[in-house]
């Protein structure tokens, strides 16, 4: 058990850093899922964002082509994770609508930390892990309550697809796990940007035939269009999964996971201040609540 308060706090501060981006992105992609289609969006936006990232781990980072171990897990990480991961949710917000589906694929986080703790053999204090308990059960309770303007559901909602859709929320929760652990297992061995590029361009290659198959048709694919990919992959894949990856270097996985969940309770401050929407009560005191988990878990005692 940890007997110290630690004040290295970068690995968080990385997590924290995702957590934003992750609350942020979901505002820029809805407008290119509209213009291009869902999956046509992720195709897209996984071959632009490898593109950028490659340059960023040329210019800033250290390429590691011989590092094969590594890159194998990145590869499976990249195609699990990211890939499989990106399309059952998907499909599973078609079926059920974004609200469950966001409810059931939250508990990747609090998965990936409690089997990470043994994968890892990480050191959790009983405080730590009464923080751990505390934020997720104010994750949860955030994203239950639902703003005054939010239609239940989403347009999207499939009554007839209620199972099929929570076992495919399940599965990309799965995968979301697995993805998360490979990528622990490496990031002390490779850059940030170049992890998140291999990731990327691994989920990319995974990811065409899952574009032929679903991809929508007689969509507009201009450059006006075509932005809304580049600003998503820069917030979501760029800043995002590298972030976090950094953060996986520089901290154990538990408060790495445990802080880039907090994405829903930021999502709320962003959409009252910025879009005024009017959440209750009991999304702010979950908010409250999983902030004060995320703080209690950072402690270290």
């Known amino acids: 058990m940890g007997t110290h308060l630690s004040f290295s706090i970068m690995g968080e501060s990385f997590a924290f850093g995702a957590a934003i981006c992750w609350a942020i992105g979901p505002l820029i992609a809805y407008r290119g899922v509209e213009a291009l289609g869902t999956f046509r969006f992720s195709q897209y936006r996984f071959i632009i964002s490898a593109f950028i990232l490659f340059l960023l781990a040329l210019g800033f980072g250290r390429i590691e082509f011989f590092d094969t171990h590594s890159i194998l897990l990145l590869v499976v990480s990249g195609i699990v994770g990211v890939a499989f991961g990106e399309a059952v949710l998907f499909q599973a917000v078609y079926y059920i609508g974004p609200r469950i589906a966001s409810i059931v694929f939250s508990l990747h986080a609090p998965i990936t930390a409690f089997v990470g703790v043994f994968i890892f053999s990480e050191l959790v204090s009983w405080v730590s892990l009464f923080g751990i308990i505390v934020a997720i059960a104010g994750v949860y309770t955030a994203i239950i309550y639902k703003s005054s303007s939010e239609e239940i559901g989403g347009e999207w909602h499939k009554a007839d697809k209620v199972v099929v ?117 009991g999304a702010w005191f979950g908010t409250v609540l999983a902030i004060g988990g995320v703080v209690i878990t950072m402690l270290n005692i």
């Open 165 to 281: 859709g929570v076992i495919l929320a399940i599965l990309a929760v799965l995968f979301q796990v697995v993805g998360a652990l490979l990528s622990k297992e490496v990031m002390s061995e490779i850059e940030p940007f170049y992890a998140s590029f291999v990731r990327t361009v691994s989920a990319a290659i995974a990811f065409i035939p899952i574009f032929l198959i679903f991809r929508e048709k007689s969509k507009d694919v201009s450059p006006a269009n075509i932005r809304y990919v580049v600003y998503s992959g820069l917030v979501s894949t760029v800043g995002g999964m590298t972030l976090l990856l950094a953060a996986f270097a520089y901290t154990e996985i538990f408060r790495a996971v445990i802080v880039a969940a907090l994405s829903p309770v930021i999502y709320i401050f962003i959409m009252s201040i910025f879009k005024k929407e009017k959440f209750p009560l």
